[in-house]
């Protein structure tokens, strides 16, 4: 499974960086409008990660992977035939998130096998640790460097522990929670590590303070509930939107996901119980099984639209349980 992912990750997540212009690289022009993406990790009376995954309009797909070791809940995109996964949380709790980093730096070049990039790190964090401290202890002794797409990764477990992981120039970069919670969207975390939320510039700044904020002022209530605010506060309604936001549930494994911003009706996955259920919103439930093949957003969709109650035939049947007992009434009164 592990070489099966990093094979279609290499491959896949180029894509996120999105359609490059053929003279881009000839005319100096900046990024085209760059697609987003917001997650925090949040330790308060409960522990909580969430994620809005922001991109052009394409097919999502949610899946479970457990190599009998280890079980990994998957956010993946489709592009082209295949798909990549840009966030997860895996059945110890720990969470990962890949996003676009800009600006952009120049890909790196792997010199020797200490040499790993950052979606890498991001996939073989998930696949096999239990905690940030390992995630640590895997970079001690590796130098992190940029892919064809410039990204950094957000980590984040149970204990407590998460930071952001950037490349550096010389060595990785690692910037740690502040506040008991830490926000990432897609400018530098370290290069603002010293100054305050609302200093903050770059691109994602305006979701990163709208975020930060949101969590900062309910700290003390922090719930799921909340969490879902803070992605709601932060989506995209450009070009390229808020796809899908998810919070994570690491303590009892479940992950809460919305489709296209209609934060009014929520699916519920459950990593060990490897299913994805209607939670809220909906006057029907459903349940669908998750696993390696999983589930695309589109079924999800029509299954949370389900046939809706049968309120025509319930008609039919009054007007003939009616007619049935007008008829008795007056055969009795002729009897009579």
Not at 53 to 65: C, G, K, W
Not at 70 to 85: A, D
Not at 128 to 143: I, K, M, N, T
């Amino acid at each position: 499974m592990r070489k099966f992912l990093f094979g279609i990750t290499a491959f896949l997540l180029f894509s996120i960086a999105g359609p490059i212009p053929p003279d881009r690289e000839t005319c100096g022009c900046p990024p085209v409008l760059p697609f987003g993406c917001t997650s925090f990790a949040v330790y308060a009376d409960e522990t909580l990660y969430g994620m809005n995954f922001d991109y052009p309009e394409v097919e999502i797909r949610f899946s479970i992977q457990d190599d009998n070791t280890i079980k990994v809940f998957w956010m993946e995109f489709q592009q082209g035939e295949g798909f990549g996964p840009t966030v997860g949380m895996n059945s110890e709790g720990l969470f990962a998130s890949c996003q676009m980093l800009f600006p952009e730096r120049e890909p790196g070049t792997k010199s020797n096998e200490r040499d790993v990039y950052t979606w890498e790190v991001f996939v073989e964090a998930l696949l096999g640790f239990d905690s940030v401290a390992e995630v640590d202890e895997f970079l001690s002794e590796r130098r992190v460097i940029d892919w064809v797409v410039t990204l950094h990764d957000l980590f984040a477990d149970v204990h407590g522990d998460a930071m952001v992981v950037e490349v550096g120039d010389q060595e990785n970069v690692i910037t740690r929670t502040e506040d008991d919670f830490i926000v990432m969207t897609n400018f530098p975390n370290a290069d603002f590590a010293d100054a305050s939320y609302a200093e903050v510039d770059g691109v994602g700044a305006d979701r990163y303070k709208l975020a930060y904020e949101h969590i900062l002022d309910n700290m003390e209530s922090f719930d799921v509930e909340k969490g879902l605010e803070v992605l709601e506060r932060a989506v995209s309604t450009a070009d390229y939107g808020t796809l899908v936001s998810m919070v994570f549930d690491p303590e009892k494994g479940e992950v809460y996901i919305v489709l296209d911003r209609d934060f009014t009706h929520i699916w519920k996955a459950s990593i060990d119980g490897a299913t994805v259920e209607t939670y809220a919103g909906y006057d029907h439930f459903e349940r669908e099984r998750l696993d390696s093949q999983g589930v695309f957003a589109s079924d999800l969709k029509h299954l949370g639209e389900g046939p809706g109650f049968p309120w025509g035939s319930l008609v039919g049947v009054l007007v003939m349980l009616a007619g049935v007992g007008t008829y008795l009434i007056v055969r009795k009164k002729r009897a009579g």
